[in-house]
């Protein structure tokens, strides 16, 4: 079984940037896709980001295209997504799952990790 750590959440100004690291453990990525995911309060959580094993997979929201990309050290076991252009809509709690192959729906995902706090001040 992958146990999942997020790290790199804060608080920044609108327009700042943030870098979030998903750390594997247990077992490594090796094969899985890794997505990212967001929850605001009262809301849903959503998509944000996906990358394939091999990195040549990429997709995003729209609500981030342009701002935020995502990549992946599979020596290191850790998926980065780094978020430029922050705005306050972009406050929530982050969190990283992982799956055998590219999906944008969070009940795909079965390994999740314990999520991080975004929150963008305007």
């Known amino acids: 079984q992958v146990q999942l750590v997020e790290s790199g959440g804060g608080l920044v100004q609108a327009g700042g940037s943030l870098r979030l690291s998903c750390a594997a453990s247990g077992r490594t990525f090796s094969g899985y896709a890794v997505g990212w995911f967001r929850q605001a309060p009262g809301e849903a959580r959503e998509f944000v980001s996906v990358i394939s094993w091999t990195g040549g997979r990429t997709y995003y929201a729209d609500s981030v295209k342009g701002r935020f990309t995502i990549s992946r050290d599979n020596a290191k076991n850790t998926v980065y997504l780094q978020m430029n252009s922050l705005i306050p809509e972009d406050t929530a709690v982050y969190y990283c799952?992982?799956?055998?192959?590219?999906?944008?729906?969070?009940?795909?995902?079965?390994?999740w990790g314990q999520g991080t706090q975004v929150t963008v001040s305007s």
């Open positions: 799952a992982t799956r055998a192959g590219v999906a944008t729906a969070s009940y795909e995902y079965r390994y």
